[in-house]
T-cell receptor, first 115, second 114 residues
Framework: AQTVTQSQPEMSVQEAETVTLSCTYD???????LFWYKQPPSRQMILVIR??????QNATENRFSVNFQKAAKSFSLKISDSQLGDTAMYFC????????????FGKGTKLSVKP | DVKVTQSSRYLVKRTGEKVFLECVQD?????MFWYRQDPGLGLRLIYF???????EKGDIPEGYSVSREKKERFSLILESASTNQTSMYLC?????????????FGSGTQLSVL
């Protein structure tokens, strides 16, 4: 069975600093996808970034980037120049290539950005 | 932009009541999902549907059923609500092209069963 583990229940960072959220996963699949979703206090889940397992290059989206270590089954999220609006729950998620897109989520990391 | 609408933001029900949570999407998506979100447990998949009248159990289907009579609407049914079903329920949809596509989420229904 596939599992996703986020080992940091809560984190905080000063505005304008950089923070890294950790995620590890377990799977025997070769074709899979990894995602980071953000859930601000409004409760609206927003896709932050996604990575295809067969791509070696780490995905980036503006201030958000990932460190994808396939052999270690690690998928961390780096947020640069943190902003107050980045305060949210962050969920790491996994799905395999043969799925209908149903995601397996980690337990989440609550990130607080402090002014 | 895709809109996924959940009929209620907050809902309070009594133990034993039959509860319907409704979800509607407006982009002709093939796939729809119901997740349950609990603090410290993340999101867990209850049921999903990849076509009208088709459904698949997720990781925690016990105590729930679903209905998808029309493509745009996916209902979650609690046949006899219990206090351990107090939770946030999130509906999502996706086009149905495969695993890489993103899910579009509703804003959630916070259900309290008393």
């Amino acid at each position: 069975a596939q599992t996703v583990t986020q080992s940091q229940p809560e984190m905080s960072v000063q505005e304008a600093e950089t923070v890294t959220l950790s995620c590890t996963y377990d799977t025997s699949e070769n074709n899979y996808y990894l995602f980071w979703y953000k859930q601000p206090p409004s409760r609206q889940m927003i896709l932050v970034i996604r990575q295809e397992a067969y791509k070696q290059q780490n995905a980036t989206e503006n201030r958000f980037s990932v460190n994808f270590q396939k052999a270690a089954k690690s998928f961390s999220l780096k947020i640069s120049d943190s902003q107050l609006g980045d305060t949210a729950m962050y969920f790491c998620a996994f799905t395999h290539g043969g799925s209908q897109g149903n995601l397996i989520f980690g337990k989440g990391t609550k990130l607080s950005v402090k002014p | 932009d895709v809109k996924v609408t959940q009929s209620s933001r907050y809902l309070v029900k009594r133990t034993g009541e039959k509860v319907f949570l409704e979800c509607v999407q407006d982009m002709d998506h093939e796939n729809m999902f119901w997740y349950r979100q609990d603090p410290g447990l993340g999101l867990r998949l209850i049921y999903f549907s990849y076509d009208v009248k088709m459904k698949e159990k997720g990781d925690i289907p016990e105590g729930y059923s679903v209905s998808r009579e029309k493509k745009e609407r996916f209902s979650l049914i609690l046949e006899s609500a219990s206090t351990n079903q107090t939770s946030m329920y999130l509906c999502a949809s996706s086009p149905g092209q495969g695993g890489y596509e993103k899910l579009f989420f509703g804003s959630g229904t916070q259900l309290s069963v008393l």
